[in-house]
Nanobody
């Protein structure tokens, strides 16, 4: 079992930056593929960024490419999402997720955090 807890969300003006953290407990994150997803009311959860455990390769949604960076610190058992040049359309609840396989589909992930709210004002 893996327990995930996100933090770092908040309110920021357009163009600003935030760094989200996802702290894991129960098992080390180093052998899991990890992803960040986001969701707004009435919409499906969407893939934002992911990182593959075996080689550290990363993947991003087109909407965040060049602005967001996903990293992991295996020593701290923590996943991060650095977000720059935030836009109002980035407003959402952000979730981290972990699974043995890498996927862009939320249904493929077994472990989820509770989410952290990001609000970007124009």
């Amino acid at each position: 079992q893996v327990q995930l807890v996100e933090s770092g969300g908040g309110r920021v003006q357009a163009g600003g930056s935030l760094r989200l953290s996802c702290a894991a407990s129960g098992r080390t994150l180093s052998r899991y593929n990890m992803g960040w997803f986001r969701q707004t009311p009435g919409k499906e959860r969407e893939f934002v960024a992911g990182i593959v455990w075996i080689n550290g390769s990363t993947s991003y949604a087109d909407s965040v490419k060049g602005r967001f960076t996903i990293t992991r610190d295996n020593g701290r058992n923590t996943l991060y999402l650095q977000m720059h040049s935030l836009k109002p359309e980035d407003t959402a609840t952000y979730f981290c997720a972990a699974d043995w396989q890498f996927s862009r589909r939320p249904n493929d992930y077994a472990y989820w955090g509770q989410g952290t709210q990001v609000t970007v004002s124009s």
